[in-house]
């Protein structure tokens, strides 16, 4: 990802990342940044007076246990009817995170429902979007989020651990030596 030249050095990187992470408290960023909870004050202060964050408190819910499920929904719309599609899905309660998106599809939307009303809630959204003119309309049911993160940086440190737990040692070396032996070549 190429970096922007917005003004901010390593630690508000590093405090932008814990906070896209959902960590807010002033503490908590401290221990993570590694430095006093005074100088996390300051740094959030001057993030916030550089309109880099908005101070909104977010909190990670547990869907599942919560017996809420996410639909994802992909589809296709042509350019006239882009802006009614979009207004009427932007005033749907279970409508969370919504794009406009260039590749396959040009629409992706996140929807919450209750478990058990999956079906309902797929139809409600599908005849919303047919009355629009979607076409390729796409869905999916999640139950699981397996991960959330809205930072806009890469944490290298937090990638290397999450690649130990997905490899197994022998599929690590395998891999490794693969890759070395495919650069020699």
């Not at 699981?144 to 599929?171: G, H, R």
């Amino acid at each position: 990802m190429q970096e922007n030249n917005v003004g901010i050095d390593s630690l508000d990187k590093r405090i932008l990342q814990q906070m896209s992470k959902g960590i807010n408290s002033y503490e908590d960023l401290a221990h993570e940044c590694n430095v006093t909870r005074s100088t996390i004050y300051r740094r959030v202060a001057s993030l916030e007076k550089r309109g880099l964050i908005r101070r909104i408190t977010r909190s990670v819910v547990d869907y599942e246990k919560l017996g809420i499920v996410t639909l994802c929904f992909a589809f296709k719309i042509s350019q006239s009817n882009q802006k009614r599609a979009f207004a009427a899905l932007k005033s749907s309660k279970k409508v969370k995170l919504l794009w406009r998106t260039f590749g396959d599809y040009n629409a992706i939307f996140v929807a919450f429902c209750n478990k058990g009303e999956e079906g309902e809630s797929i139809g409600e959204l599908k005849t919303i979007l047919e009355k629009c003119g979607a076409t390729d309309i796409n869905t999916s049911v999640g139950f699981i989020w397996e991960k959330i993160d809205f930072s806009p940086f890469n944490d290298e440190a937090y990638d290397k651990k999450q690649l130990k737990l997905y490899y197994s040692e022998e599929e690590h070396l395998e891999t490794a030596t693969s890759l070395r032996n495919s650069t020699l070549r």
